[in-house]
């Protein structure tokens, strides 16, 4: 199992910038792709950035150039850099890693963090 705690959430202005943090711990060996999703109220869970173990990342059109993901491997680490917050960006950010063992891919999800864009 692996388990995920996000940080760095909280309530910014438009134009202001937060920093989300996702801690893996468990049995981390195996985890390939780590990223981030997003949920808004009413809305579907959706995509926002990934970034797989060699560092390919590829980002939802919505936030490319504005957010920056980066991992840190040794630390079982992933980051979301988000700059030039939307108010259309308010929404409870997930964590998710997933792990490849045996030919078998596994999904795992933190608890999630508010993020609000007041405007």
């Known amino acids: 199992q692996v388990q995920l705690a996000e940080s760095g959430g909280g309530l910014v202005q438009a134009g202001g910038s937060l920093r989300l943090s996702c801690l893996a711990s468990g049995s981390t060996m195996w985890i390939n792709r780590m990223g981030w999703y997003r949920q808004a109220p009413g809305k579907q869970r959706e995509l926002v950035a990934v970034i797989a173990s060699g560092g390919s990342t590829n980002y939802a059109e919505s936030v490319k150039g504005r957010f920056t993901i980066s991992r840190d491997n040794a630390k079982n680490s992933v980051f979301l850099q988000m700059n030039s917050l939307k108010p259309e960006d308010t929404a409870v950010y997930y964590c998710?890693?997933?792990?490849?063992?045996?030919?078998?891919?596994?999904?795992?999800w933190g608890q999630g963090t508010q993020v609000t864009v007041s405007s």
């Open positions: 998710n890693a997933v792990r490849r063992l045996l030919g078998k891919e596994s999904d795992y």
